[in-house]
Nanobody
Framework: QVQLVESGGGLVQAGGALRLTCAAS????????MGWFRQAPGKEREFVATISRSGGSTYYANSVKGRFTISRDNAKNTVYLQMNSLKPEDTAVYYC??????????????WGQGTQVTVSS
């Protein structure tokens, strides 16, 4: 079993930055790809970014490419999402996930509880 706990969300003005952190429990963290997803009110959960087990490969949604950076520290069982140049449309609950990787939420077996990010205009 893997438990995921996100932190770092909050309220920020447009153009600002936040760094989300996802702390994982369990000994299998380095064997799992990690991803970030988000869900805005009234919308479906959507893919944001994913990182491979080693951290050597990343992939982003077009909507965040060039603004967000995903990274991981396997020694600390932690994955990060650095979000820069935030826009009001980035407002959502952000979820950390662990599993096979990719952009489909069905490829992830473990999910955190989510952290709210609100970007004011």
């Amino acid at each position: 079993q893997v438990q995921l706990v996100e932190s770092g969300g909050g309220l920020v003005q447009a153009g600002g930055a936040l760094r989300l952190t996802c702390a994982a429990s369990g000994r299998t963290f380095s064997r799992l790809a990690m991803g970030w997803f988000r869900q805005a009110p009234g919308k479906e959960r959507e893919f944001v970014a994913t990182i491979s087990r080693s951290g050597g490969s990343t992939y982003y949604a077009n909507s965040v490419k060039g603004r967000f950076t995903i990274s991981r520290d396997n020694a600390k069982n932690t994955v990060y999402l650095q979000m820069n140049s935030l826009k009001p449309e980035d407002t959502a609950v952000y979820y950390c996930a662990a599993g096979l990787g990719g952009s489909s939420y069905s490829s992830y077996d473990y999910w955190g509880q989510g952290t709210q990010v609100t970007v004011s205009s």
